[in-house]
């Protein structure tokens, strides 16, 4: 069976250097002190974020992450004493083990040829020390039962076989929660083998069920994602005598292709940790991880008061709740079923909380408003940071042209002039940056990240708020519960 989604492939790189393993980190695989294996990591990470992903390693674990060439990618060394550190990354996607990297693998001119040195190569990496962090990873996790197609698109099946044992897949559009991970350029394959092996080895022993994932991206290559998995994966069966199985898999191997950059892992997630958070999904819930880099961006300090006027399912707020905790959270939205939404994921962070013997509330208040009207004081607000409508999935582009003017120019009345500072994701860039001029200097542009949301090339702007008080209409609402008039 075989997975796939297709983006826009960036082109292939030149060069004539010899296939050579990568001089990198990935090196000291196989170096070992007593019971204690130095291993590389690779993490997945929301595209445009790699340095806060960096920033993040280097501050929770001390170690100094490399960042791909290849766009929404990080790797870093780690001892397997301290193996459930990267679990705690709020920061990535996906994490796996690096079992052999090549920075420039010089791929046969000839389809036959490359697919031949692919399957000869699976029976020479150095797979023990990446196998037995795979081992100690599953000790740190509770098992949660078969994994459930592992680190693709989730896709309607198409009836059509290719090869026999072989059925391809295109991507629909799907809710963000529920689109293929971020920082792929190319497709992605996922091999499964037709066998006829029990689960039971000659010995008794449990048989282990694998798959091969293969990501490639590049427009220089003669061989498809599809070719490279299916044998590069009968080699492995090959090799280590395991059984195929799409779904019901023990363990994933990862062939990465980026151009003439190739990375051979085993996958340590079974489901993406952007998940973390949400149990209620919206029609565009963000990742918790790109809601993570939001918030880094704006450096949330103690006792700030933090804003999203358009919370949707609250992504952007719970996050900051759990790992800012020391700021306070206002979502509000102006959908009551993105309210209701919002209620039932923070009442589902409070009962997992409770269920582990925590008994302490967070720090989020909800709300529901006209957020061109917001019933929230004048200057009240350090720091607001929101997901604005696309004009896709939600709203209009038309739409957009009245909205965006209206909601900056209030989010500049209930923003502290002068130490104010907005974070704002919006893929209508046009809109949005003809919107600010019209702010007559109430905002200013400090910093933009351009990241990949859904498929969709989108900014993340990071705006500090004039010391123009131009803006000053009275507060909406004098209403005494709203929380704003107990600071």
């Given at each position: 069976v075989t997975n796939m989604s297709s983006q826009e492939d960036e082109s292939a790189g030149g060069g004539s250097e010899p296939a050579e393993p990568s001089s990198s980190p990935s090196t000291e695989i196989g170096t070992t002190s007593g019971d204690i294996i130095t291993v590389t990591i690779g993490a997945t990470v929301p595209t445009g974020f790699e340095h806060t992903a960096a920033e993040e390693i280097k501050e929770k674990i001390g170690v100094d992450a490399r960042i791909s060439k290849d766009r929404g990618r990080v790797f870093f060394p780690i001892t397997t004493d301290k193996l459930f550190q990267v679990h705690l990354l709020r920061s990535v996607d996906n994490l796996?083990?690096?079992?052999?990297?090549?920075?420039?693998?010089?791929?046969?001119?000839?389809?036959?040829?490359?697919?031949?040195?692919?399957?000869?190569?699976?029976?020479?990496?150095?797979?023990?020390?990446?196998?037995?962090?795979?081992?100690?990873?599953?000790?740190?996790?509770?098992?949660?039962?078969?994994?459930?197609?592992?680190?693709?698109?989730?896709?309607?099946?198409?009836?059509?076989?290719?090869?026999?044992?072989?059925?391809?897949?295109?991507?629909?559009?799907?809710?963000?929660?529920?689109?293929?991970?971020?920082?792929?350029?190319?497709?992605?394959?996922?091999?499964?083998?037709?066998?006829?092996?029990?689960?039971?080895?000659?010995?008794?022993?449990?048989?282990?069920?694998?798959?091969?994932?293969?990501?490639?991206?590049?427009?220089?290559?003669?061989?498809?994602?599809?070719?490279?998995?299916?044998?590069?994966?009968?080699?492995v069966q090959e090799f280590f005598q395991w059984k195929a199985d799409m779904t019901k898999f023990d363990i994933e191997v990862l062939l990465n292709i980026h151009n003439e950059e190739v990375v051979i892992g085993i996958a340590l997630t079974e489901e993406s940790l952007h998940r973390r958070n949400i149990s209620h999904f919206g029609p565009t819930t963000l990742r918790s991880t790109l809601c993570y880099g939001m918030l880094r961006l704006c450096k949330p300090q103690a006792s700030d008061i933090i804003l999203d006027p358009m919370c949707g399912t609250g992504a952007i707020p719970l996050e900051g709740a759990i790992e800012f905790n020391h700021s306070f959270y206002v979502a509000g939205d102006n959908n009551d079923m993105a309210v209701n939404r919002t209620v039932n994921n923070i009442c589902h962070i409070q009962k997992r909380r409770a269920d582990k013997g925590s008994m302490s509330g967070l720090p989020i208040d909800t709300v529901q408003w006209d957020l061109c009207s917001l019933p929230i004081r004048t200057s009240s607000v350090d720091i607001i940071i929101t997901d604005m409508p696309f004009g896709k999935r939600m709203g209009s582009r038309k739409k957009n042209w009245d909205l965006y003017p209206?909601?900056?120019?209030?989010?500049?009345?209930?923003?502290?002039?002068?130490?104010?500072?907005a974070v704002l994701l919006t893929q209508d860039k046009k809109c949005f940056s003809k919107a600010i001029s019209r702010m007559g200097g109430l905002w200013r542009k400090q910093h933009t990240v351009w990241v990949n949301v859904g498929g969709l090339h989108a900014g993340v702007y990071l705006l500090k708020r004039t010391g123009s008080r131009s803006c000053t209409q009275p507060c909406h609402a004098a209403n005494p519960s709203v929380f704003f008039g107990l600071m």
């Open positions: 796996f083990v690096v079992v052999e990297e090549y920075h420039h693998y010089q791929f046969k001119e000839s389809k036959e040829e490359t697919l031949m040195e692919l399957q000869q190569l699976a029976s020479t990496l150095p797979w023990t020390n990446a196998l037995e962090v795979w081992k100690q990873n599953g000790t740190l996790k509770k098992k949660k039962g078969h994994r459930r197609g592992g680190n693709t698109a989730k896709s309607k099946p198409n009836c059509e076989g290719v090869g026999g044992s072989m059925a391809s897949t295109e991507q629909q559009e799907l809710p963000q929660e529920n689109s293929a991970p971020e920082g792929w350029a190319g497709d992605t394959q996922a091999m499964e083998t037709s066998t006829q092996d029990s689960d039971e080895t000659g010995h008794g022993s449990k048989l282990i069920k694998f798959r091969v994932t293969c990501n490639r991206a590049g427009d220089k290559h003669s061989f498809s994602s599809n070719e490279a998995a299916r044998d590069f994966g009968g080699a209206s909601c900056l120019r209030e989010m500049a009345r209930v923003c502290r002039p002068g130490s104010g500072k």
